[in-house]
């Protein structure tokens, strides 16, 4: 080809905002070299899309946040872990979604998985372009068929689904009719809703960390185990070798079936898979990934991703075992282990451990106390759902002192409920009847007895723990509320949060970042369990709310589904509906945090989002 028509082809290309892949062919990974000449694998070239997905500068980063590298196969990366069968770095790094857009923002969101999609002029109907081409990581043909099978065989199953998802429905809300599926051919089909659904393709990015398996299952995999393809005496012995009673074929295809929150777990080894990487081995102490030979990521240079061949992540018992693995240069990347009190010692061993320290924003807020509205106490629903007491007990924090002793300046106090005016608040909790004290001087509930805040919660981070002890204090000592904090096992809080046991916890939101949809928040269980079952399941199960909670809930939903133009007056009232209601405290926002990578690492992000950052994992390599 003569220069002039290269360099006419980049322009148009450029003009267009195609990223234009250059080379002659494309290359592969040295370790699938030797598979392809052992006759294992099919050549490059069969196994990537007609149309591959390409990474170059400003594609899954900001082109301000990362000066993108053309990188270098080969290495492993050493990563650790908490929680057996849970990786979390692995998950936000392996993570592939329908659409994207760079940095997890939610503008310019373009195809991924899929290769692009239209939307109605009314916003009620979109239509989704497959990649020709795009193969599962097992080499079967990834085709609308996989499209039809997870909306009819698996959707709209009631036994396997029997609460159709509430964000398929029009309005996103229960009680909307489910959405509608047309395959309009092998790589082609429509989704369309009852009404304008503005914010559907932001769910199909990054809300709840869906990915791509709410609508896109391997058919010719999970046929096997489901009775309209495969018969129940067919089923029956695997049903019982997997150790279920008989004819409990929806708890075996369960069991079977990888939803993108298995991804690190035991039961996604062997699974079909379209991630970067796919899972080898599970040890008791450790989890092991290889690249998947039919990614469908290429670089502008036409190298297939990821650039990495392994990832390797070890078990560790807590936070503190994991500083020191990073301390000591032996992990790679530490996700979100790095404790802002401890840079100090962190700059100290940088050298020695070989690694670079870069302060990322946090995607979401830190730690956020949280009161369950519909516990069954009848005195603690009383008191909890007077907005008078949960406005005192945000005004009761002292959101400076936070800032300070946990996040060493690296926060800002939240604007997003009202601020620290510790006299106005004992002024709401005398008015609203919290006036009487016992002989310690703390407030009695309505029943005559002391009211205590029990707060029970988990601990990922440590600054999380050191902010609820914080404001346990504050509310003690301050607005003389006693608060009781009691930190147990991530397992125990779920349990006893969807057994509606929790009265009080502190964990984290997305409203900082993704409140620009608020699609992360769509009624957490946290502020009322009993609530959200009502919501999701179209008022068919749970205690319907009151009418400033479906209030809530509404301006929720509008978030969801208004038209772009209509967006910001929507965000707006929901944002004043959140300070005024105060449905969940916020304490800090715009945090900070500490990445540790190593210094042989490439393609890491210097700025932006740290999350946005691991996002982008498959552009990582390693220089030497």
Known sequence: MRKSTVLLLIGACLLLGVTPVLAAKYNEAPMLQEMVKAGKL??????????????????LMPKDDLNFEIGRYGGTERLVHQTPGWEPSVFIQSNEPLLLAPGLTTDNIKGNVLRDYTISSDGSSFTFYMRDGLKWSDGMPVTTEDVRFTYED???????????????????RGTGDPMKLEIIDRYTF????????????????????????????????????????????????????????KGEWVAFFLQKDVRNWDLTRPKAQGFPVLYPWVLVETTPTSISFERNPYYFKVDTAGNQLPYIDRLRSQLVADAETAKLKILAGETDHSYEYGVLSEMPLYRENAAKGGYNITLFDLHRTAADLQLNMTHPDPVWQRV???VRFRRALSMGIDRDEIVDAVYFGYAAPSKSVPGYDPVKANQLLDEMGLDKRDSEGFRLGPDGKRFVIPVEYSVPFKELQATAELVADHWTNKLRVQTTTKVIEAALRGTRRSANELKAT????????????????????????????????????GEEPPAEVKKFFDLIAQSMTVLPQDRARVLSELRQNVYDNVWWVITVEEVKYAVMTSKRMGNVASKGFGIGAQFAGEQYFFRQ
């Open 42 to 59: 099919p050549p490059v070239e069969q196994r990537l899309p007609k149309e591959p997905f390409v990474v170059g500068p400003g594609v």
């Open 154 to 172: 698996f959707l709209l199953n009631k036994d396997i689904t029997p609460v159709f998802p509430e964000w398929m429905k029009t309005g996103a």
């Open 190 to 245: 429509r989704i369309s809703f009852g009404g304008p659904y503005g914010g559907f393709p932001v769910h199909l990015h990054i809300s709840g960390w869906k990915g791509y398996t709410e609508f896109l299952k391997p058919a010719h995999y999970l046929k096997q185990f489901h009775p309209k393809y495969t018969p129940m005496e067919k089923l029956e012995p695997m049903i019982q070798k997997a150790g279920l009673a």
């Open 384 to 386: 909890v759902r007077d």
């Open 506 to 541: 502190v964990a984290w939101h997305h409203w900082t970042l993704w409140y620009l949809f608020a699609a992360f928040y769509t009624g957490d269980e946290n502020i009322g369990v009993l609530w959200n079952q009502w919501r999701t399941s179209g008022g068919k199960a």
